[in-house]
């Protein structure tokens, strides 16, 4: 799948431009690796490396916002809570583009998260599985921020509106 196909695809989540996720790697994952000390009695080891206690989305949350992003019966101009720092392109355009691809059958898309881990305080990276009516399973990774609830990272929605605006 070539960048152009996957931003025309994404186009409805990002209509912050219209969302695409031509995105190679917007984070990356950091902080200390887990701790690993001996068990006894061969009691096994976690298979989890995130740390107990550590505040990361659930897959339902982050599919939330990226299913309310390609909602094109909600105005952009009510999404701005969605993206830190709000939506980084004028609604108009935002609500133009996803009408678009809500025209060409393009949606929805359906998203699955596989792996949701920490990214610093207050942040999280998570792999995304994108499928959708004319898009093939597209990998992503993207950032969210927790900042009075789960947001897309700013970082990563100006990366998907750049992968949208160069095809």
């Known amino acids: 799948m070539t960048l152009k196909s996957l ?3 994404m186009a409805a989540v990002a209509a912050i431009g219209a969302a695409a996720a031509g995105v190679t790697s917007i984070a990356s994952v950091t902080g200390a690796s887990p701790r690993v000390q ?4 061969g009691a096994p080891l976690p298979l989890d490396p995130v740390t107990a206690g550590v505040d990361v989305p659930t897959a339902d949350q982050l599919s939330t916002i990226l299913n ?7 105005p952009f101009a009510s ?3 969605l993206v830190e720092g709000g939506i980084p392109v004028p609604a108009s ?10 025209a060409k059958g393009s949606l929805p898309l359906t998203f699955n998260f596989t792996s949701i881990t920490p990214a610093g305080p207050g942040a999280a990276a998570a792999t995304l599985t994108a499928t959708g ?33 160069s095809h």
Do not use: C
Request: charged residues 15%; hydrophobic residues 40%.
């Open 79 to 81: 999404k701005g809570y």
């Open 7 to 9: 931003a025309t695809g």
């Open 133 to 165: 009516p004319h898009l093939a399973p597209t990998y992503e990774n993207l950032t969210f921020v927790n900042q009075g609830g789960w947001k897309l990272s700013h970082d990563s929605a100006m990366t998907l509106i750049s992968a949208v605006r």
């Open 68 to 74: 309310t992003l390609q909602d094109p019966s909600v």
């Open 93 to 102: 355009i935002a609500d133009h583009e996803l009408q678009k691809a809500a």
């Open 38 to 41: 001996p068990a006894a009695f």
